[in-house]
């Protein structure tokens, strides 16, 4: 949202405060707004539990949410939930862990996906620790403050890099919470079964109001105030609001849980420069956005980065290939029906595909480029490793080579120079809507928005695809070069360019659908260096007073989502209210 700078200088926040920046701000006194104990800067798996734990701990809490809902991508998360360590749930279940082993999983150099990709060697030791050290009391916490666990033993089944060596995941249910998705509960017979994010989130929101957290919705958070720009502790934030620019006053501590970066261009482009602008599904989004708000404010007064290799392995979710097809946003266990409270800004449900035999998917030049039932990167990589043993050799030893490249060919591009791969087109006929029993209009795809066209020939189709994202137009020539080399490969039973695997149907009924299905950014594994209290570290190796971070926009640990983030806000809102009130 841009400021309207007058509107800036006339609002209620004060001319003083809204015309210097930040850093000037504080050398001049900044004039405070509000003023609280500890400020937590997000409401999602990170902040809610950093603000519950500060609060009953005695502190006053604010949280400052960006968006107009709590619950961040946590809320649209799958509930899947790997915290381990001897929690009761294993107990009772008579799953034996302790922290001791969480750490050695956690750390095993010797993991490898079939890619060769180390989910766990570059993973920072004093992170690592507190989160074994912390986890059971993590689960257990959550379960008090309202979380309903499916009951049934804990498995492995979300597994995208859980560093689960044995069971450990627990899953959430929805129990009566309306579901982000629809706006509606989940039908009653999943209501205690099914694993969702909005049973994990509805009962921390309520928990944490409960408690006397004051949750400050549509607040997103500018800057940080530090004493002077690379020294001292930090004091507070800058928010921005309604046009109007608030400083709230932390006399303790501020806690970042932004949630990583997947939806900053620049910034996750340090990591990859692959990723550019048509990467916009990125997943949990329209719901709320990972934009390194928290990684660039904390950079700006001397933070560092950490555990950079984890942001750009080739492992588990960071990257995932479509699995609906026809919507901007098409990750594979994330729809949004009309009912939802983003549905207008999610547009389309997308289509799920169920057979990628029923599609082939070509570039921005209409040409294939990969086998379309290939796979994205491996996960849960102890199931993977066949005879895992713990830190020896023999796990890459024993592993299968099995690039599993489908993504880096999407990402490959067509030549031209440009460094991301373009929009990726899945292109099927009218018998494949009917195989998929697929209803391609809306609410199911966004053609308005040009993420899905339909025409009654190839050329004709090629023609109209047309939107931000496609920087040179298809040539009518080439799709319909590609569709008839393919249906030839059908014929023959073998497809000579990419071996799909005995590619089953012609491209031959109109008429005929083209539908956005680019590959979708998921998982931030890379941001501020952080020490096992979860306070932020700076360039030097120096803690600064006053910072502490958690979840996806912290680095130094590579663990799929939920788990990490909910252990971090504990283990920071346990330490932030230890912290002095500073006057
Ligand atoms: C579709 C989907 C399915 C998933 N499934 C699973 C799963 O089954 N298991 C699992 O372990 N993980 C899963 N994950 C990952 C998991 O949800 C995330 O890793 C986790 O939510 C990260 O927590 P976080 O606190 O870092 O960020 P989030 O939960 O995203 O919370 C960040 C919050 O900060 C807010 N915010 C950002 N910037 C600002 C600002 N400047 N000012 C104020 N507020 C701001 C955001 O709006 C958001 O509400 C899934 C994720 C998605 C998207």
């Known amino acids: ?144 403050h309202g979380v309903v666990i499916v009951d049934k033993p804990p498995d492995i089944q979300g597994g995208n890099s859980v ?21 509606k509960p989940a039908a009653p017979e999943n209501r205690l079964t099914m694993s969702t994010g909005n049973g994990l989130m509805h009962p921390l929101a309520a928990a944490a109001r409960k408690a006397g957290v004051e949750i400050l919705l549509e607040h997103r958070m500018k800057s940080l105030h530090r004493q002077s720009p690379h020294a001292g502790a930090v004091i507070g934030i800058q928010v921005e609001h309604d046009n109007r620019i608030i400083n709230i006053r932390a006399r303790k501590a501020v806690i970042l849980g932004t949630g990583g970066s997947t939806s900053n261009v620049n910034f996750r482009r340090m990591f990859d420069p692959r990723l550019t602008e048509e990467y916009c599904g990125v997943a949990g989004t329209p719901w709320s956005y990972q934009d390194a708000s928290g990684e660039l404010a904390a950079m700006a007064v001397g933070a560092s980065l950490w555990g950079l290799y984890n942001n750009t392995a080739e492992m588990g979710s960071g ?60 996960s849960d990589n102890y199931g993977v490793n066949k005879n895992y043993v713990q830190g020896s050799y023999l796990n890459s030893k024993n592993m299968k080579w099995n690039p599993n490249n489908y993504l880096n060919a999407a990402l490959a591009g067509i030549g031209d120079g440009h460094n991301g791969g373009g929009p990726i087109w899945a292109i099927f006929d009218q018998d494949a809507v009917e195989r998929e029993k697929w209803d391609p209009k809306a609410p199911y795809v966004d053609a308005e928005n040009g993420f899905f066209f339909k025409a009654d020939t190839l050329a004709e189709l090629a023609k109209k695809i047309q939107m931000r994202f496609q920087r ?31 590619p089953l149907y012609k491209i031959a009924r109109a008429p005929f659908y083209a539908a956005w299905a680019t590959p979708v950014l998921h998982d931030t594994r890379a941001g501020l260096r952080i020490n096992g209290k979860c306070q932020v570290v700076d360039m030097n190796g120096e803690i600064i007073p006053g910072l502490y971070c958690g979840g996806e926009s ?30």
């Open 1 to 144: 949202m841009k400021i309207d700078r007058r509107k800036l200088l006339a609002g209620g926040a004060g001319a003083a405060a809204v015309s210097v920046s930040a850093r000037e701000a504080v050398a001049q006194g900044v004039e405070w707004h509000r003023e609280v104990d500890v400020v937590v800067v997000g409401s999602g798996a990170t902040g809610l539990p950093a603000a519950i734990v500060a609060r009953e701990a005695g502190a006053s809490v604010i949280v400052v949410e960006a968006e107009k809902h709590t619950g961040g991508h946590a809320i649209c998360s799958g509930g899947n939930l790997p915290l381990g360590g001897g929690t009761a749930y294993q107990k009772k279940w008579g799953v034996q862990d302790s922290a001791d082993l969480v750490f050695r999983d956690l750390t095993d150099w010797s993991v490898v996906s079939a890619n060769g990709s180390a989910d766990y060697r570059y993973n920072d030791r004093e992170v690592i620790r507190a989160f074994a050290d912390n986890c059971a009391a993590t689960a257990e916490f959550l379960q008090a």
């Open 163 to 183: 560093g689960a060596s044995i069971p450990r995941e627990m899953h959430c249910a929805p129990v009566d919470w309306p579901l982000i998705q629809t706006g």
């Open 319 to 378: 990257i995932t290939k479509p699995g609906t097809v026809g919507g901007q946003f098409g990750y594979v266990n994330l729809r949004f029906f009309p009912g939802s409270e983003v549905f207008d800004k999610a547009r389309a449900a997308g289509l799920r595909v169920g057979d990628w035999q029923n599609l082939i998917t070509v570039n921005m030049i209409g040409k294939r480029f990969y086998d379309e039932t290939g796979k994205q990167f491996a």
């Open 472 to 502: 040179t137009p298809m040539p009518p020539e080439n799709l319909e070069e590609t569709v008839n080399r393919y249906n030839s490969f059908v014929e023959k039973g073998v497809d000579e360019d990419f071996g799909k695997p005995k």
């Open 554 to 583: 912290a680095g130094g640990f590579s663990l799929h989502g939920l788990a990490r983030a909910t252990c971090q806000g504990f283990i920071a809102g346990n330490n932030a209210v230890k912290e002095p009130a500073r006057a």
